[in-house]
């Protein structure tokens, strides 16, 4: 009987010879732990996916409030607050053309939406310094809300008001005034403009260096804010320094029964503000054909608001000036002249009408007063000016 040897070499009884091959060294991986390796795969990489998809997700809500809280300001700056908050820095970069065009945006709707207090602007066209300011300073004294301050003087000024001073910061851009000339009302229709940015001022007063109030804050705010009427000077007057200064070629605009004569110093209300700043009509004539010896300050206004607004005029002035010394300037008053019999002078003066009634109380504002009379002013100013 044969025998086959297997590969171990050795027979056992019983059993079926088995032969046993050897063709490799390494067996396959089995089937399912191939399947479990490929899903463990899969899992991992989906794990991997949602993670970094979570991380981005944290950062962006992170980032997206730190966004929008950079943009609340510019969401802020949408509220009225915005629109009726007055400049607080009033060198702005506008040129004339520009600033007049904004000053003259008006609202359509009577009624404010907020409540506002009606202030007085006052209105200082100066070559330079403002030597009465500590006189002034004590008049606005305690009455901050109810009044606001405006400074055109020579470009060439550098003003030096300490912050403490009501004038501090106050200068607006400025050109070259020239005296009769309409450089001279362009400063005013400049200061007229500035002021009108601020929805606040109902009232605009025209005042000089040489300008001192003769009464106190509480009596001249009554006084003008309960008045009907814009007190600004305007006389038909027949002579040669009058009716004589008009120029035929200023017709059809002008007509020489339109022609008026008044006080450069004014007050006037924000309607007559806003009328006078938007003028293209009478400017163009007063500019060409009301030339020394017309002095355009002394006839522009009163002859345009006379055409325009008649109805709102006072016709007269509140800056009580001394004319009787002649010239071509009035009297100016130094240190000597401040005393009792002076301030009786003015008080004295012949009544005038207030609200279509007669009143002993004619003027607010007195001028010229030269640097000297400061002293004896600020000495004297609860006896003469009441405050």
């Known amino acids: ?125 100066t070559r330079g310094p403002l030597p009465l300011a500590p006189l002034w300073e004590r008049f606005f004294k305690g009455n901050e809300k109810l009044y606001s301050i405006y400074v055109h003087s020579l470009p060439s000024y550098n003003p030096d008001f300490p912050p403490s001073s009501v004038f501090h910061g106050r200068q ?15 400063a005013e229709r400049r200061l007229l403009a500035n002021a009108l940015l601020d929805i606040s001022n109902e009232f605009f007063v025209l005042l000089s260096e040489a300008c001192i109030p003769l009464q106190n804050f ?34 059809p605009e002008v007509n020489i029964t339109d022609w008026r004569k008044g006080s450069q110093w004014f007050e006037v209300n924000r309607k007559l503000a806003v009328d006078i700043v938007k003028d293209e009509k009478y400017h163009p004539k007063f500019e060409k054909f009301c030339r020394p010896a017309c002095y355009v300050d002394e006839h522009y206004f009163p002859t345009m608001l006379t055409i325009e607004s008649p109805r709102l005029l006072a016709n007269r002035t509140l800056t009580w000036v001394d004319w009787s010394r002649g010239g071509a300037h009035p009297a100016t008053f130094g240190k000597a002249d401040i005393n009792d019999y002076f301030f009786k002078r003015i008080s004295d003066m012949p ?10 109380l004619c003027f607010l504002f007195a001028r010229k007063f030269a640097p000297s009379a400061l002293g004896p002013l600020l000495e004297h100013s609860t006896k003469f000016l009441g405050f």
């Open 172 to 186: 607006i851009p400025s050109q070259v005034a020239e005296w009769g000339r309409m450089s001279m009302c362009d």
């Open 1 to 125: 009987m044969k025998s086959r040897v297997g590969s171990q070499g050795s027979l056992e009884e019983g059993k079926e010879p088995v032969t046993k091959v050897v063709t490799n060294q390494y067996k396959p991986l089995p089937l399912r732990l191939l399947q479990f390796l490929l899903l463990f795969l899969g899992l991992g990489i989906v794990i991997s996916f949602v993670s970094m998809y979570m991380v981005r997700y944290s950062v962006v809500q992170n980032v997206i409030p730190m966004v929008q809280s950079r943009f609340q300001p510019c969401i802020q700056q949408l509220s009225l607050e915005s629109w009726i908050k007055p400049p607080s820095n009033l060198l702005h970069s506008m040129n004339d053309t520009q600033l007049f065009w904004r000053a003259t945006i008006v609202p359509q709707i009577k009624e404010y939406p907020f409540n506002r207090t009606r202030k007085i602007a006052f209105m200082f066209l």
């Open 351 to 360: 009544t005038c009408i207030y609200n279509n009634q007669p009143t002993s």
């Open 218 to 251: 509480k009596v001249v705010y009554h006084y003008i804010s309960k008045s009907r009427y814009s007190f600004m000077g305007a006389v038909d007057e027949p002579g040669p320094y009058g009716r004589g200064r008009y120029n035929p070629n200023m017709s």
